[in-house]
């Protein structure tokens, strides 16, 4: 009897080439095509690949962009088409067909998309992107170039086609607009259209068949705005036709006029809250609607992160199924917890540019931020300090219409007049208003030695902690400047000479201790100013942040130790003072005994020797040149010592930096296994589900 034993191989399913997100064809032209060329002529890549994009921790502040700014880009750029066909009929006296209507507003629809991808390029530049110091965005698929052309082309041309058919009347111009019913229209349109879309998306995350048709709009996990429709067809139908369909015959339902203007505006209002919500900005920038203050008012306003956090986290099951707000995840209890974007983390000030200086001085080199405003006051300090005489560059003129925050080429215009106006300052022949105090505050500029008037710059309390190192190294140099005033003195061969280096040295020990003084009482403020203001956990930099408690206890030893030194000054000066003092009383005792009992001619001279501090066996026998030398070489040998310390810290910093960079590793490799065991769940759970099938 024979036995036949049939090995069966097991192999991994192969991955789909399709579902990969390598994106590398914008750096190779060889093979481009059509599409290709297409983003390229368009410009409208979500990034430039020579310019480098900010990246921020998950507890930096996170600014805010005003809902009236996003109002107001919207409807420019919504009513602009509206007015030319207003023109047109006034001009004319007829309206515009439906052919003519459709394409000016077909061109209007991709103008308008292409401008927001532009503003979101921008602002990613300026703010940076969510999940930024782990991930980069993901960019177009190198399989996908066309198809994404072509999503982006359709939606553009088969909603206006959809808008166009359903509600265009050529008997109704412009002018007949709503204009009572418009703002309830622009806000109830968001909200049932999530309400659609709500459903019709969670139902392509937990129904099998239907997940199929949603899986590959999934595979990017940090999308940008073009990835708005990367989705199979099934999908990008629903999308550009089924959900705004069933949202218009909702609302005409409701007996609302929505005649096709208005339609038209609340396309706008969607297109650029589908493109924000993939654009994954690190900014608040909630969808605009004139129902904001309802939404609210349930803690339902739609942020960035939602929905980027739902590409991020989710898989088949998801969570932030909504994108135009958030009340149905509210409702139905479907809302994930914001991770950047919560209410403690975000910056509530008004938004504003932010001009980045960059300073190399022979010590350090360091960078001071400052705004429009902070210009303007040096410029106002720098002619009231300079005798009311104006700097020889005037500031560029500040904009009433326009801001910063939103137009590159301002921002651009302005930061080269401003550098120009440093430049013209800094490189004049005329240094006055380099010299002013208004001029190192801005700068951040620490206090040269040479022509301060050290008792006025005390008066004033130190309140900056870049400040207060510059008074530190202004202590440690009258500290320095009093120990050679001693050796002076202990060389000194005359009476004069020795009195004048005693005055000297005493100088430079009031100087010192004012200085301890002023130190810490500004420490003392320093502390006070970081327990009692709240501030965004940031190291410390540049003295515009508070100390933390190791930078205050680190400076409280340096004023320890110059304290010490001070007062071991002091005493040896005393010392010097004392024994010279005897040692003159000892001479003019023996000159009185000599002139009393008179002397030979062959007497000797009383013996004169050192006076500074006791001697040691290893000075005893050295004179003056040989004690100068021996300092040198003790000196030689303790700077070697603080050259190998530097060393050892300059090691041990390259060691932190390559176990920071391997831990950045190690988090990416958690979480593509996190990644990993989403999928193998899910293939369980549709094994379980089949295995109990089986067993039924």
């Not at 991994?12 to 983003?39: E, L, V």
């Not at 996990?221 to 999308?239: G, M, R, S």
């Not at 008037?453 to 320095?480: E, G, M």
């Not at 002091?570 to 005994?593: G, I, Y």
């Amino acid at each position: 009897m024979s036995t036949t034993t049939t090995a069966t191989a097991t192999t991994a399913p192969m991955r789909n080439p399709k579902d990969s997100m390598k994106s590398t064809w914008r750096t190779d032209r060889s093979q481009w095509g059509i599409p290709h060329w297409f983003f390229e002529l368009m410009d409208i890549q979500p990034n430039y690949l020579d310019k480098k994009v900010p990246v921020f921790a998950k507890d930096d502040p996170v600014p805010v962009v005003s809902e009236w700014q996003n109002h107001r880009w919207i409807l420019f750029h919504a009513l602009l088409p509206i007015f030319l066909q207003q023109l047109y009929v006034w001009a004319t006296g007829r309206n515009l067909g439906i052919v003519p209507a459709f394409l000016l507003y077909s061109v209007a629809y991709k103008l308008a998309g292409i401008r927001n991808l532009h503003l979101f390029r921008y602002l990613g530049l300026t703010c940076g992107y969510l999940d930024g110091e782990k991930h980069q965005r993901d960019s177009i698929p190198d399989h996908s170039v066309g198809k994404v052309m072509i999503s982006l082309i359709s939606t553009s041309t088969f909603r206006s086609v959809m808008t166009i058919m359903l509600a265009y009347r050529t008997s109704q111009a412009p002018s007949t607009i709503n204009l009572v019913w418009l703002p309830l229209e622009i806000g109830l349109y968001g909200i049932i259209l999530d309400f659609w879309f709500y459903w019709y998306h969670r139902l392509m995350h937990d129904n099998n068949m239907l997940w199929k048709f949603h899986r590959t709009h999934h595979l990017t996990k940090h999308p940008n705005p073009l990835l708005t429709l990367y989705a199979d067809t099934v999908q990008e139908i629903f999308d550009i036709a089924v959900i705004p369909f069933l949202t218009y015959g909702s609302m005409k339902l409701m007996g609302l006029p929505m005649g096709f203007y208005e339609w038209w505006l609340c396309h706008q209002y969607i297109m650029f809250t589908e493109l924000a919500g993939h654009s994954g900005l690190r900014m608040i920038a909630a969808p605009p609607s004139t129902l904001s203050w309802l939404l609210e008012l349930f803690d339902a306003e739609l942020l960035i992160e939602d929905h980027d956090l739902h590409h991020r986290k989710g898989w088949k099951q998801s969570h932030n199924y909504g994108k135009q707000t958030r009340l149905w995840d509210r409702i139905f209890g479907t809302c994930h917890r914001r991770i950047e974007m919560r209410k403690e983390n975000i910056d509530y000030k008004n938004p504003y540019t932010v001009y980045n200086i960059a300073l190399r001085l022979p010590l350090r080199s360091y960078t001071v931020q400052k705004r429009y405003s902070d210009f303007v006051a040096l410029h106002d300090g720098l002619t009231a300090q300079a005798g009311a005489t104006a700097p020889p560059v005037s500031l560029p003129s500040k904009s009433w219409f326009t801001r910063t925050v939103n137009n590159a080429e301002l921002t651009e215009e302005r930061r080269k007049s401003l550098e120009k106006y440093l430049k013209t300052v800094n490189e004049s022949n005329d240094s006055r208003w380099r010299e002013t105090s208004a001029w190192r505050s801005f700068l951040d500029l620490p206090r040269t030695a040479a022509g301060a008037n050290l008792h006025a710059a005390l008066s004033a309390p130190i309140t900056d902690a870049v400040i207060w190192l510059d008074y530190h190294r202004d202590l440690k140099t009258q500290l320095h400047e009093a120990r050679l005033r001693l050796t002076a003195r202990d060389q000194a061969s005359t009476p004069q000479e020795q009195h004048e280096a005693s005055a000297a040295a005493k100088s430079c020990l009031v100087k010192a201790g004012a200085l301890v003084t002023a130190l810490e009482d500004g420490l003392g403020r320093l502390q006070q100013k970081t327990s009692t203001t709240e501030t965004w956990d940031k190291p410390w930099a540049g003295g515009q942040q508070q100390l933390g408690s190791g930078e205050l206890r680190r400076r409280r030893d340096l004023i320890a130790t110059a304290k010490k030194d001070k007062d071991g000054l002091e005493r040896l000066l005393a010392a010097m003072s004392s024994k010279s003092r005897l040692d003159n009383n000892a001479v003019t005792a023996a000159q009185d005994k000599q002139s009393l009992i008179g002397s030979g001619a062959g007497g000797s001279k009383p013996p004169t020797g050192r006076v500074l501090g006791k001697e040691t066996d290893e000075t005893r026998e050295l004179d003056n040149q040989g004690l100068l030398q021996l300092q040198k070489q003790k000196m030689a040998d303790q700077d070697a010592d603080v050259e190998q310390l530097r060393t050892i810290i300059q090691r041990q910093k390259e060691i932190g930096i390559q176990i920071n960079d391997e831990l950045s590793i190690q988090n990416d490799l958690l979480r593509i296994v996190d990644d990993d065991v989403g999928r193998v769940k899910a293939k369980m759970d549709i094994a379980k589900k089949r295995t109990d099938k089986i067993t039924q």
